[in-house]
């Protein structure tokens, strides 16, 4: 039974997610929005390279990953997974992994044209069908990570199914961007959120259903995740808006960019021992 007024309108609003249904939200969303997504993004990010951020900040260039050749790597919210087929291109040992039947097939699409194929697998994020231990990296360019109600389990999951002395890095919306609205234009550089509310951003349907689920959390919660998962934090990388780059994606923009940052990359390893 639909208890919504005969009228409602879908909304905008913070509340609460459960896992279920951040869950059913985030498959459905992509799996929409798929086609529109690479349809605007698919060129700046190409099909055969690891772009980690709106700010064009390159695999090539920074090496985050360090030397892969050789190496088991994981991409989460792998995408049309052109930084996985990247990482083949250097020696690694790549699987790409994403929740979205749409995306996937963008993947398929992409190795085809490229000539890169990559194993693929649709599976959450907070239950990985892998044996503990199996990967040297695990990494992702905005994927999962934002999507999902308990980060503090994504972190949990990604360090068992690491090796001892694995790499683990992820690149997010820099925290500091959910006190602005997401305008790139001069609307965007007003304060009007609250940095320390937590409760996601969501999008409904006229039945009250989550359609989209984005999840804020603070630097200092960021830090705290991954140390009480076990993990050591070694960088946090934010890039800068670089000169002569005028692209604008959604509320990344050069005037923003220019003024504080839109990205934050965190790198961090299992222990050892």
Request: glycine content about 10%.
């Given at each position: 039974m ?7 309108e ?5 509340r609460t ?5 951040g ?7 992509w ?11 698919g060129a700046?990010l ?8 709106p ?22 919210g ?13 020696g690694?040992d ?10 996937l097939?963008?993947a ?6 490229s000539g890169?194929?990559v ?38 999951e990604?360090?068992?199914?690491l ?7 992820f690149?997010?919306t ?5 006190i ?9 550089l ?11 951003y969501v999008?409904e349907?006229?039945?009250g ?21 076990g993990?050591?934090?070694r960088?946090v ?32 390893r299992?222990?050892?021992?």
């Amino acid at each position: 039974m639909n208890d919504q007024p005969p009228h409602a309108e879908p909304a905008v609003t913070r509340r609460t997610v459960s896992g279920d249904e951040g869950r059913a939200a985030s498959r459905r969303w992509w799996d929409r929005d798929a086609d529109n997504y690479q349809e605007e993004h698919g060129a700046f990010l190409g099909d055969v390279d690891l772009v980690w951020c709106p700010e064009g900040l390159r695999e090539a260039d920074v090496r985050l990953l360090g030397d892969v050749e050789g190496a088991r790597l994981l991409e989460l919210g792998c995408g049309a997974a052109a930084g996985s087929r990247w990482l083949v291109g250097q020696g690694a040992d790549v699987t790409a992994l994403d929740l979205s039947a749409g995306m996937l097939r963008h993947a398929r699409l992409a190795a085809d044209r490229s000539g890169v194929h990559v194993p693929l697998v649709q599976a959450d994020a907070l239950a990985l069908p892998f044996r503990a231990g199996t990967f040297d990296m695990v990494h992702t360019a905005f994927g999962a990570v934002p999507f999902v109600a308990d980060s503090e389990a994504l972190m949990r999951e990604v360090f068992r199914v690491l090796r001892p002395g694995g790499s683990w890095i992820f690149a997010v919306t820099h925290p500091m961007r959910w006190i602005f609205l997401d305008d790139p234009g001069e609307g965007g550089l007003l304060a009007v959120h609250s940095y320390f509310d937590r409760r996601p951003y969501v999008e409904e349907d006229s039945a009250g259903v989550p359609t989209y689920i984005e999840a804020h959390r603070t630097f200092g919660d960021r830090v705290r995740e991954l140390t009480a998962a076990g993990f050591i934090l070694r960088d946090v990388v934010e890039p800068e808006w670089p000169p002569g780059h005028e692209e604008i994606w959604g509320q990344w923009s050069p005037l923003r960019g220019r003024l504080f940052p839109g990205t934050a990359i965190f790198v961090a390893r299992r222990p050892t021992t």
